[in-house]
């Protein structure tokens, strides 16, 4: 696991963090809970690729498949 990847999805989660307390602020709350779940998928997306290569590992390792 490379610490870039742990800087981008903290970075997300700060900047989703500070757009959903200004959007929660104005009343704007559907758009606060819509920017908080676009955050989820977009640092999801980026871990997609480490969960493949932990179960490729995994399997590897126990020899299945």
Same mark, same amino acid.
């Given at each position: !696991?490379?610490?870039?990847? /742990? /800087?981008?999805? +903290?970075? %997300?989660? /700060?900047?989703? &963090?500070? +757009? &959903?307390?200004?959007? #929660?602020? $104005? @009343?704007?709350? =559907?758009?606060? !809970?819509?920017? $908080?779940?676009? @955050? %989820?998928?977009? &640092?999801? !997306?980026?871990?997609?690729?480490?969960?493949? =290569?932990?179960?490729?590992?995994? $399997? #590897?390792?126990? @020899?299945?498949?």
């Amino acid at each position: !696991m490379d610490i870039s990847l /742990i /800087i981008k999805i +903290a970075g %997300i989660g /700060i900047l989703v &963090a500070v +757009a &959903a307390q200004i959007l #929660s602020k $104005t @009343g704007r709350d =559907e758009q606060a !809970m819509f920017v $908080t779940l676009a @955050g %989820i998928l977009v &640092a999801l !997306m980026l871990l997609v690729s480490q969960i493949r =290569e932990l179960f490729d590992f995994v $399997t #590897s390792v126990f @020899g299945v498949g």
